[in-house]
């Protein structure tokens, strides 16, 4: 759980990560250590698209509904230096294909919607470790023979399962996008259980868990914090998964989950790069067409009921000093609102001249670590907030002047020239996203795992550039009432223990 | 969640003897295909213009990365490919190495000031500056080199740079400044210790070079730094952070006006000398040592091994990355198809090689339940001496090759990422074609070469082991394992 969310912070919003968190780094930093990197995309499908055999198949002013064998064409719409188009295979499969030159490989990602708020109750984990095992025994290929292949093509494949979706990826060379098609193609027939595999991964899980989690006090906070938030809604559920949890899954288990969610109509695949839809669409009708249509495509939200906020709690960790996470709630991935909140969290968090992060690290020296992000998840979101205190200071008079200034912000609104600097800012990340193919197609993905038009990731700077003001303030106004809040604060010394 | 970690390879593919030839082709196809007609940028004849025509190229697919010196002494790099975001990067070659003795943290002090003020502005007038050109700023200070980056929209490139000129050439002398910053650096090595993973790799290095200045912490502790004073900085900053001994890195949609004003006005700055260092060496055949770093209550141990390595200038050094592929580089690697998949003691294997100018260390680092500790570091010792002893297997050997040879354009997703290996390379004393020569290099690798490589290491006998651990309840069991020339333990906070 604890990755997953580090990934967001870093990736997506990249507030409080300038100059503090890259510090300290010795010079295997400078050769690239510590970087997070998670893995991605999917390759396109082509075939003659509509008939006209041009380089824009998927060019503006087309036709939609356009039909191939096989595919069926739901979208097509050139902007700028890139096209994208969106199509539907037979079998319900989801294609999106951005064509976009400039990029120095392509980004092929597959999602499957659902994520670990569909692991069973008493099961929480089992997204996660059939994850694990989609790398072990699949498509035709024995323990191993996955990854070789990957390594053979200079690939790193990675995966990712969170709230709402798991996410498998991979950068490869343009040349290598149909032979990676046909791999991924036999691949979402989902793996080959076994018991002696799916022990071994299950103590794999562990260990991850250990490693995100239980031996990192911001992972335990944040679990804690998302079961609070969240309460019997399947967002409280950490995503690694349960301790006593994984131990109990069995393959049984594992075979269900993957009828539910694996299959074709439940799947998108995006390519990002410098591709042709048109090339690749037949490439894609061939290798996944014949996979079987499966049950019906999962829900984009669950309506379980939100407990009662506001929440505070408090245990004891092996830390140094006091560390305090916190969230309200956000809106959902892809609105308006999204933005405008992603623009307020940078003006108070963002390096060097958030308001907050100035205040409290520099101007009273209070924190000596702070970092703040909008989660992304399709239906309610949380802006999540985590604060290491300096040794002998007092994480309720830290919260107090955040509250301080969460009050001005929805009384009054930013500043303006702060509000102008924080979506020029945000402007700044969401073009640095889309140089890289990888993070594009994450965009993509996430964006369609929400319910949104994919179109409208690609033209989130215009949406950030249209933002004003006002928009900042009412999402102020609306989501950041002290009776919304969630707080768990971990203590470095004994003390009693509540809620 | 699957991290990404190393890499390695397979004998699966079957790769045919032949294929050394293979690879060859692969590495001339690539250029040719990796940017599928290039990206925007401007022309190389601008570029030209711009630097009086001294530059030297290197082909990057089918763009191409120029650089060249300044009258100053200053190495400019210039891959003016992309769209939207330009880079500046200014990597001076000085770090940690160069901290007095009894000012320890001067590099990261000094860099750290450079970007809280300028002559002309207070902190707060920077910060907000930086914020109205939207920029980020990022800087690391290493032990060797000091990288500051700085990225904006490709519309304020112009006015940052200017704001940059500032801040290498004009910078601030504010004793409150000075203050504040100690301030955050103490929170930052506070918020360290609770971090074992960095913890452990910033003890490693400093275990596995000793006293060696690359064994420098940058970060040092507080004690050291509080006796820093604002003269320290200013000296500091004369003698390194100046032109003649800095790579300026610029990537992006720049135009070639923009780099003759850059060069117009950057001739102008300090220039300095080239700070002279005394050499120093590098340890050597100290035996297998073990360094146990107590902290109590862990529920999982970090277990590191630590090899000094031939710097990337020496003829053998690409073998080193086959070495570092085969133990840990990828999901098909000895240690992590041994410790995650076949026996499910950990989640991740790390296998690095950290490069300096004069030296480079192969560090494996894993993560596993206390109980695994000990059998964990046999196997790491076990696989090193094995490769060292047996060399790799056909298989592996040929599988490493081919994957790092296909891996290695995929490494440089973005135009900033490519200018920065360029700088890094002129930092160790390579010329930027080695973007093109190092993957070439190593398809052009034998594999008795680099058993020969490897095996000549091994033998010395100078392994650096790390374990951070609850040290009282595991030291008898480490002191038994075989071929340990001495164990140490140091508490994690001192």
Known sequence: ?499 | MRRLVVRALGPVLGVAPRWRWVLRWLLVGMGVLWLGGGRPGVSPAGTHEAHGGAEQVVAIGTDALYWWQEPSGMQVVFFGVGADVVSFQVLWHSGAMDDPPDRAGLAMVAAEHLVRCTAQMDRLAFEDRLGDLGARVELQVGESATLLRVEVLAEHAEAMLVLLGEMVDAPCEDEAVLAALFTELDGREAFRLDDDQRLARTLLASFAFGAHPYGRDPLARSESRQRIRMADVARYRDAHLHMSNAVLAVSGPVDAALLVRLRETWQQFRVGERPVRAQRALPRARGTRLLLVDKANRSQHQVLVGLLLPPPTAENGPAFELVRVVLGGTFSSRLVRELRSERGWTYMVRAERWRYPESALLLLQTFVAPDRSVQTLGQMLHHLNDLGLHGMREGEFEAAQRYFVENWWLRFERPVDVALEAARFLHYGLSPEALQQVPERVAALEKGEVDAAFRSLVTEGDLSLLVLCSAALFESAFLRMPGLRSLAIVPYDT
């Open chain 1, 1 to 499: 759980m604890s990755f997953a969310i580090k990934v967001h912070a870093v990736g997506v919003v990249l507030v409080g990560v300038g100059l503090a968190s890259v510090l300290a780094c010795r010079d295997g930093v400078l050769d690239g250590e510590g970087r997070v990197e998670r893995a991605a995309p999917v390759p396109p499908v082509t075939a003659r698209a509509d008939g006209e055999g041009g380089s824009q198949a998927a060019g503006e002013g087309q036709a939609l509904g356009v039909v191939i064998a096989g595919a069926t064409r739901l979208l097509a719409e050139v902007q700028g230096r890139q096209a994208l188009s969106m199509w539907r295979l037979d079998n319900g499969l989801t294609v999106v294909v951005v064509e976009r030159g400039g990029l120095a490989s392509v980004a092929y990602q597959t999602w499957f919607r659902g994520g670990s708020r569909l692991d069973p109750e008493g099961r929480v984990g089992t997204a996660h470790l059939l994850e694990h095992l989609m790398f072990r025994e699949v498509a035709g290929l024995a323990d191993g023979g996955f990854d070789r292949v990957m390594e053979a093509m200079g690939s790193e494949a990675g995966a990712v399962t969170w709230l709402d979706y798991t996410n498998f990826g991979q950068r490869v060379r343009p040349e290598r996008v149909e032979e990676l098609a046909r791999i991924e193609a036999a691949r979402m027939r989902g793996p080959v259980l076994r018991e002696a595999t799916v022990a071994s991964e299950r103590a794999v899980l562990l260990r991850e868990r250990a490693y995100r989690i239980d031996q990192d006090p911001h992972g335990v906070l944040l679990e804690r914090l998302y079961a609070s938030a969240f309460g019997e809604h399947p967002y409280g559920r950490p995503a690694a998964g349960r301790r006593e949890d994984i131990g109990q899954i069995a393959v049984s288990d594992l075979e269900a989950y993957a009828r539910q969610v694996y299959h074709p109509a439940n799947a998108l695949v995006v390519i990002v790069g410098p591709v042709r839809a048109e090339t690749l669409l037949p490439v894609l009708v061939e290798a996944y067409g014949v996979l079987p249509k499966g049950h019906e495509a999962v829900g984009a939200c669950d309506d379980a009921p939100l407990p009662e906020l506001p929440f505070a709690g408090r245990l004891v960790l092996g830390v140094d000093a006091e560390v305090m996470v916190m969230a309200y709630p956000a809106p959902p991935l892809g609105t308006k609102a999204s933005l405008a909140m992603q623009v307020l969290n940078v003006a108070l968090f963002a390096e060097p001249f958030g308001v907050l992060t100035r205040l409290l690290t520099v101007e009273r020296a209070q924190v000596s670590e702070v970092n703040a992000w909008v989660g992304e998840f399709a239906c309610r979101s949380l802006w999540e907030m985590l604060l290491h205190m300096r040794p002998g200071v007092s994480a309720r008079e830290v919260r107090r002047q955040i509250h301080e200034v969460l009050r001005e912000v929805a009384e009054n609104g930013l500043d303006e020239a702060l509000f102008l600097r924080a979506r020029k800012r945000l402007v700044l990340e969401a073009a640095t996203q889309g140089q890289d193919a990888m993070r594009l197609a994450e965009g993509i993905g996430q964006y369609w795992v929400a319910g949104r038009d994919v179109r409208e990731f690609l033209r989130r700077r215009e949406q950030i550039e249209a933002l004003g003001g006002e928009d900042v303030r009412e999402v102020a106004r609306r989501y950041l009432g002290a009776g919304q809040e969630v707080l768990w604060l971990g203590e470095p010394a004994a003390k009693e223990v509540t809620p």
